[in-house]
């Protein structure tokens, strides 16, 4: 598992008004889907720490 090891290394993130697309790209253009299986997705209004993304991992 690739995790940043401080939110300097992160990005930004800014609000927005468009959508969230989980398993497509944004102009859901054909051939561009995921084909695959998405399982336990969960979105998080702060940077997780090392030890919570540990303890999501238990």
């Known amino acids: ?26 102009n859901l253009d054909a051939g561009m889907f995921f084909s695959g299986l998405i399982d336990d997705v969960r979105i998080y209004n702060k940077a997780l720490s090392a030890e919570e993304i540990a303890a999501l991992a238990q």
């Open 1 to 26: 598992m690739d995790v940043a090891r401080d939110a300097n290394s992160l990005a930004s993130l800014k609000n927005s008004d468009g959508g969230l697309y989980i398993g497509v790209n944004k």
